[in-house]
């Protein structure tokens, strides 16, 4: 009997995309009481780009899996499945299969996963598998959130934070392996630190029967306990990662986190002795965009040439949930 020989991944394209509207700090400091400075100092964010009436998840997912298309060299029609990580569908039922309508992937099942500003890095690692035993060869991977919807802007300490944006990466089976390690947790405990809660209101359907008819309250965070998770979790899961490959810290090139705060990137990076020119930070430009960050954040990395062939990229997503996991990959 021939024994099969376990596929490996390959990163072979990526994609991003994002509304046109900016908002800056000085805009927000016309909307709630804050200033640039304010913002700037505690968080790094300078600005955000936010959708408006009218523009789709769906739209946005689809433009950022184009790209990453594109540069694979890969036709739509050769993805078998897209996997699109978001907790803003345009429909609660699922975004994904707007997505592979909208890209010609008529071959490709989709699926919407939800994990919050983890559900890249979860992606990821669920594709993997898919990939590693042989039931897919080619995998869209898209982040994308708008939770702009879900803001409350007279909240200063968190409408500050969220932007919106899509990012993607093309992974393809290959006869070696360049996911090198990955872990991923969760701890419900924490669950009220980070939410997008539902609400309802009682709707009465006859004298003795209530049903609820509802929607979703707007984003509530405790920022310090949040701050304090992921400066402790973060570390200990990329190391986590890093052994299960049998690398160290030494051994990567780039630091690619979820942009959630600069001082979190900072802290994370001191606390795993990796230089700071080797953490991809673009928040100051797009701000929180959850599961879209980790995506954008590498596509411009690697268009701008920073990120080449052979880099080991650490790559951590931390969030509601409260969720957290970590893939060191090998890009190309």
Known sequence: MVQQTQLGVSWVGCGSAHPAMVLSNTDLSQVVDTSDEWITTRTGIQQRYLAQ???????????????????????????????????TPDDLFGS?????????ASQAVAFDLTAACSGFV???????????????????VIGADMLSRWV??????????????????????????RLLGFEMRSDGTMNDCLTLAYGSEPQTLMADKTVQQGTFQ????????????????????IEKALFRGGLTAGDIDWLVLHQA????????????????????????????????????ALD?????????????????GFGAGLTWGAAIFEWG
Do not use: H
């Open 53 to 87: 009436g009218g523009e789709s998840l769906s739209a946005l997912a689809a433009q950022a899996g184009q790209a990453a298309l594109e540069m694979a060299q890969v036709d739509a029609t050769g993805v078998d499945l897209i996997i699109l990580a978001t907790s």
């Open 96 to 104: 994904a299969s707007q997505v592979q309508a909208a890209l010609g």
């Open 122 to 140: 979860f992606a990821l690692v669920t594709a993997s598998q898919f990939i590693r035993t042989g039931a897919y060869r080619t995998v869209l």
């Open 152 to 177: 409350d802007w007279t909240d200063r300490r968190t409408c500050i934070l969220f932007g919106d944006g899509a990012g993607a990466v093309v992974l393809q089976a290959s006869d070696r392996d």
């Open 218 to 237: 707007p984003i509530t965070m405790n920022g310090k306990e949040v701050y304090r998770f992921a400066v402790k979790r973060v570390p200990e899961v």
């Open 261 to 296: 705060n600069q001082r979190i990137l900072d802290a994370v990076a001191d606390r795993m002795g990796i230089p700071s020119e080797r953490v991809i930070s673009n928040m100051a430009r797009y701000g929180n965009t959850s599961a879209a960050s980790i995506p954008i």
């Open 300 to 316: 411009e990395a690697v268009r701008s040439g920073r990120i080449k062939a052979g880099d080991v990229i650490a790559s951590s």
